[in-house]
C-alpha cells in the first residue's frame, strides 16, 4: 500500500491488534481468485486488518484464501494427528529423587530466573537502544536481605554466582520402563556426570524475593544465568528444567553503578 504498519493501524482507527494479523475480504470465492495487483491500493475494497484471538483455534473464520492456495494449518490447530493440543504429564513420583538431590545445601541458593518487562522478548532488538542498555548495562540478580546480610552483599556490589554441581545427563531414557526412567537409576548407569558454571551480576538486595531465593534475567548473552543450571531433561517430555538452577553467592566488590546516577537503578522493581 505504500505506507507504514503504524499509518495504517492510524487509519483504521485500532487501539491494538493481535497477531497473527491478516487482511480479511468479503470477496466471494470466485472473485478470490482474480488479481489482487491493485486491491491493496483501494481504500475502498471491501476488507479489514484483523487478529487473532488465539492459535489453534478451529473455529476461526479466515474467509477465503487469496489465490490458489489454502491457509496455513498451524494458524487453526497443534502440530498433531488430531490438530488438538497434547499435554504431557510427569508424575512427581517419577522424578522426585533428581529434585531432592538438586535441592541447595550448606549456602547455596536456589537460583531462578525470568524477564524484565523494559526488555521486549529475547532481548534480540533491544541491544541497539541506548535507553535500554543504559538502564540494564549488565546482568543483575534479586536478593533478599536475609541473604544478602550475612554474605556482606549491598544493593549494587558486583557478585559472582558458582554451581561446582551441574548435573548433565550423557545417556539413558532409551527403551526402558519402570525404575529405570528415575534420576537415581541415571546416575547408577552412569549417564550422569558433573559440570561447573558461573555468572557475575549486580546484587539488588530486595524483600520482594523470597529467603533462599536469588532472581535473575534470564536475556543476557555475555553473563547467562542458566549457566548454573542442570542439564537433564525431563523424562516424559524430554525437556530441559530452564529456569531453575543453584549455587553460591559471594561478593567480589563494587559495581560501577553504586555511586553513579547515569545507569541501572538499584531501586526496588516491585514498586511503580
Known sequence: MGIA??????RLGTTGIQTPVRYRTELTESQAYRDY???????ASPGAIIG?????????????????TVHAKWLSSFNSHTGKGLLHKTPWSEFADFYERIT????????????????WQTFFDDWRKPYIKRRWPMQAIEIHPDDAGPRGIESGDLV???????????GGFIGVAGDGLSY?????NGHIRIGSGQFDAVALVTPA?????????????????NSVVHRVPDPITNRYRFKLGKGRVTKIGESEYTSSFAAMSLK???II
Open 104 to 119: 541447595p545445601k550448606e549456602d547455596e541458593l536456589w537460583v531462578t530466573m525470568g524477564r524484565i518487562n523494559e526488555i
Open 37 to 43: 495487483a491493485g486491491f491493496y491500493d483501494d481504500p
Open 268 to 270: 526496588r522493581r516491585d
Open 5 to 10: 504498519g503504524h499509518e495504517l493501524l492510524r
Open 209 to 225: 524475593i523470597r529467603p533462599g531465593v536469588i532472581w535473575a534475567n534470564a536475556l543476557v548473552p555475555n553473563s547467562p544465568a
Open 184 to 188: 537415581t537409576a541415571l546416575e547408577e
Open 160 to 170: 559472582r554466582i558458582q554451581n561446582d554441581d551441574v548435573l548433565i545427563q550423557t
Open 52 to 68: 487473532t484471538k488465539r492459535l489453534h483455534d478451529g473455529e476461526t473464520d479466515f474467509g477465503v484464501p487469496v489465490g490458489p
